[in-house]
């Protein structure tokens, strides 16, 4: 590993991945020798999705693209601490709106607390109408979000619901 290796990371809740995070990934991966995604808690959130099935699908899902320098994390601690401990320097965010912007500003403010060398990076999203919840929800009512997720991320989806559906039979 090079000294001058410029790491970032890119967290979220991921749940589920989409393909708008997976446009980010794929622009950040062409900007940095290496990118982690980390699936991170935010504490206003109830996840869905296991953050390890999550995990391993998101690593498929890079692989499928020829990605080769993404790790991916399941975490749950502070970012910008994790950010240090892995020396990475720069945090990205993706942009869908002037929304977005107030509250990451929020949240660069308080990552810089922890960790003063964290830099924020803002890319705008190509694909700002899909949201992680716009898909859960559209898929609750059976319909088809197969283009909206890359497709390891809905083989997930999939087992998810025909083993909650198992579970409830048997209940
Ligand atoms: N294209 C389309 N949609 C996108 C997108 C993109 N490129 N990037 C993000 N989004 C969507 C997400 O799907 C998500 O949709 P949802 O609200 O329907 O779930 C929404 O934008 C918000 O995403 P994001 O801002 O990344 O929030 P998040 O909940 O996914 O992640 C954490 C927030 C986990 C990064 C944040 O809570 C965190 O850092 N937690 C760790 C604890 C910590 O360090 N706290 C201190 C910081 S305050």
């Known amino acids: ?16 991945f989409t393909i708008g995070h997976l446009d980010i990934v794929k622009r950040a991966s062409k900007m940095f020798d290496e990118v982690h995604i980390l699936i991170a808690v935010n504490a206003n959130k109830k996840r869905n999705y296991d953050s390890n099935w999550m995990a391993y699908a ?7 693209e020829n990605i080769t320098n993404v790790i991916v994390v399941s975490f749950d601690g502070l970012v910008a601490k994790y950010a240090k401990d892995n020396q990475i320097d720069y945090s990205i965010r993706g942009l869908r709106n002037s929304m977005d912007y107030n509250y990451e500003e929020n949240i660069a403010e ?26 859960r929800e559209l898929f609750s009512y059976g319909e088809d979000v197969s283009k909206f997720v890359p497709k390891e991320i809905y083989r997930v989806m999939r087992d998810c619901r025909t083993l909650s559906q198992k579970i409830w039979l048997n209940y």
Not at 4 to 14: E, L, P
Not at 114 to 132: F, K, M, V, W
């Open 1 to 16: 590993m090079s000294i001058n290796m410029r790491k970032a990371m890119f967290c979220g809740s991921f749940d589920p």
């Open 58 to 64: 998101i690593q498929k899902t890079v692989e499928d």
């Open 110 to 135: 308080v990552n810089k607390l922890i960790n003063d060398n964290l830099e924020q990076i803002y890319l705008r999203t190509s694909n700002a109408a899909i949201s992680s919840s716009m898909v």
